[in-house]
């Protein structure tokens, strides 16, 4: 089956740590561009941070910048991201998505996502 | 950053009766090279993950029912649904690819009146 599972989220303190996964399956991982996108309780989808299928290329929102670092692993078929320096409006459901094999194209693919709370 | 604006903010209409939700983008996502407007729009009913139904701004994604479609070109696109069924109840959003970072609209809530 084609998938996207996600997992590594949880409750952290401001100023923590936490470390996403989403595992892929059912597709060549490794030849896709892969996204992760997030949305607030209640809000809409925020684009969050983009990798290329040989992890060459990659890109951040301004608002994540400097404390997130996206990652893959092709040989797990694993997506990561590395969030640090949390703060209580990172606050989201995290989704991964696979992009298309060029740079351009819809998301086509999405995890259920992963539930990330930042509070004291 | 192209800014996605999206309207109405949400919508209440009859079952069969014909929606349509409006996407302008700041700046044009056409790509001069190979004519392709780079505008995608998702469905996400509750709790679920949002799913792609149109891209390159009218191609239908696969099992997508023929009553939605998608129209427009440069910065203003419309995504239609002819007849609205009660499973079509669900949060819309426009989205470009046209270049990093690939922002989505504020969404369009869909609901039966």
């Known amino acids: 089956e084609v998938q996207l599972v996600e997992s590594g989220g949880g409750l952290v303190q401001p100023g923590g740590s936490l470390r996403l996964s989403c595992v892929a399956s059912g597709f060549t991982f490794s030849n896709y561009w892969m996204h992760w996108v997030r949305q607030a309780p209640g809000k809409g989808l925020v684009w969050v941070s983009r990798v290329k299928s040989d992890g060459s290329t990659i890109d951040y929102a301004d608002s994540v910048k400097g404390r997130f670092t996206i990652s893959r692993d092709n040989a797990k078929n694993t997506l990561y991201l590395q969030m640090n320096s949390l703060r209580a409006e990172d606050t989201a459901l995290y989704y991964c998505?696979?992009?298309?094999?060029?740079?351009?194209?819809?998301?086509?693919?999405w995890g259920q996502g992963s539930l990330v709370i930042v509070s004291s | 950053d192209i800014v996605m604006t999206q309207s109405p903010g949400s919508l209440a209409l009859s079952l069969g009766e014909r929606a349509t939700i409006n996407c302008r983008s700041s700046?044009?996502?056409?790509?001069?090279?190979?004519?392709?407007?780079?505008l995608a729009w998702y469905q996400q009913k509750l709790g679920q993950p949002p799913k792609v139904l149109i891209y390159w701004a009218s191609t239908r994604a696969s099992g997508v029912p023929e009553r939605f479609s998608g129209s427009g070109s440069g910065t203003d696109f419309t995504l239609t649904i002819s007849s609205l069924q009660a499973e079509d109840v669900a949060v819309y959003y426009c989205q470009h690819y046209y270049t990093s970072p690939y922002t989505f609209g504020q969404g369009t809530k869909l609901e039966i009146k």
């Open positions: 700046q044009s996502v056409l790509y001069s090279s190979n004519s392709k407007n780079y």
């Open positions: 998505a696979r992009g298309e094999i060029t740079a351009v194209g819809p998301f086509a693919l």
